[in-house]
């Protein structure tokens, strides 16, 4: 992800400005490595929740674990769209 930086919890950081976007309106940011905030990080060494990944200008998410190893993965999928499009999960 080259417009994000790495923070010492493990969440990406934006810089506003930077990257190869540059400010352009029809670039698509993915942001891969999306987890619940409780969920563990497991062997990935970077990841962020789906709201804070679109605070961070992303287009799109990757979630994985924390719909494929949830209980109700179609409940699970559903709170990740909630919290990328509303924010955090009521």
């Not at 994000?4 to 934006?14: N, T, V, Y």
């Not at 924390?66 to 769209?81: E, K, L, N």
Request: charged share 25%; aromatic share 6%.
């Amino acid at each position: 992800m080259p417009a994000a930086g790495h923070r010492s919890d493990g969440l990406h950081q934006h810089r506003a400005g930077n990257g190869p976007h540059l400010g352009r309106k029809d670039f698509l940011t993915v942001t891969p490595g999306i987890r619940f905030a409780e969920d563990a990080k497991g062997d990935q060494k970077r990841v962020t929740t789906p709201s804070m990944a679109r605070k961070l200008g992303s287009t799109y998410i990757v979630v994985g674990r924390s719909i494929t190893g949830a209980a109700d993965p179609v409940a699970a999928y559903r709170r990740a769209m909630q919290e990328f499009t509303e924010g955090e999960y009521a």
